[in-house]
């Protein structure tokens, strides 16, 4: 074995390939084929009770044009990506700037926020469920000591996605809160020193020198979180089912969507098609993500 193991070293090739073959192996197995596979049964009409599909072409894909529910479904998980997104990753940023300024306790700071990370989907939502409720909830009780109306937060379609949106917010903040911490971190002090010494302000600071040197970091955060919410589907799942004795409004998202022509209604071909369109919609965004906010490696 000592032996094999030292000709594979000389062998260059022979080496990687011992190396990384069996991981390359594993994720292909475990990432590709199975992306292969769903493209091609989204040409067919698949169903988990036909034991041989035939091959239909793109009518799966010309039959969500006209479908109204992958639309609204695909209308919602846009507005939730964009809004989600935006606000999360600013929040973070200007956290992480704060608790920069305040190094000797951030460390206590950063493991409160990161406290709902770490914290599992479906009973963080089941508690803010609880927190919504339009009879017994805190929020329409705190609303109800300043004189302001009730609210149906998980009854009305137009609130129950801000809902789902607040929820995110708050389960992903420290995430990226800590993302930007340890960025900001590794940005030298000697750069704030010398831009203090030439005159420039604390908002000059952010926007010639942090910011800048952030771009990789902001790049990744970007990344992460538009796959991310671009996948949401617990939040959305567990706050609108009939729990508690208090029916929701079916919030309808991509991935909720794809769950339930595949499993629910066995259509396996057209919830192929969907899984298809979600990964190709997040593959541009995501290029488009890289040829905007682009930086050089030196």
């Not at 639309?71 to 990506?81: E, G, Q, R, S």
């Not at 057209?270 to 965004?285: D, G, H, N, T």
């Amino acid at each position: 074995m000592t032996g094999f193991i030292h000709y594979a070293k000389k062998n260059h090739l022979l080496f990687v390939l011992c190396t990384l073959g069996p991981v390359f192996a594993l994720f292909t197995f475990i990432r590709i084929i199975p992306i292969i596979r769903t493209a091609y049964y989204s040409l067919t009409n698949y169903s988990l009770v036909i034991p041989k599909p035939a091959f239909i072409g793109l009518a799966n894909y010309a039959k969500m044009l006209q479908d109204p529910n992958f639309k609204l479904a695909f209308t919602n998980t846009i507005v939730i990506t964009v809004i989600c997104v935006s606000v999360t990753l600013f929040l973070a940023l200007i956290f992480s700037l704060i608790l920069r300024r305040v190094e000797h306790s951030s460390s206590f700071y950063e493991m409160i926020y990161f406290i709902p990370v770490v914290t599992p989907w479906v009973p963080a939502t089941v508690i803010w469920r609880w927190l919504y409720d339009s009879q017994f909830g805190m929020i329409n009780y705190l609303l109800s000591l300043f004189k302001l109306p009730t609210q149906s937060w998980l009854q009305h379609p137009d609130q129950v996605i801000y809902a789902i949106i607040l929820i995110s917010i708050w389960k992903t903040l420290g995430y990226y809160m800590i993302i930007f911490s340890v960025g900001l971190r590794n940005i030298p002090q000697i750069y704030y020193d010398a831009a203090r010494i030439d005159g420039a302000n604390y908002r000059k600071q952010i926007r010639y020198i942090t910011l800048p040197l952030l771009k990789p970091i902001i790049l990744f955060a970007l990344v992460m979180a538009i796959i991310q919410f671009f996948n949401i589907f617990t939040v959305a799942y567990v706050i609108s089912s009939e729990a508690q004795g208090s029916p929701s409004y079916e919030c309808k998202v991509l991935v909720w969507e794809i769950y339930r022509n595949g499993f629910n209604f066995y259509k396996m071909g057209y919830a192929s098609a969907e899984a298809m369109v979600l990964l190709f919609f997040i593959l541009i965004v995501i290029l488009i993500q890289f040829k905007v906010v682009r930086y050089d490696v030196e």
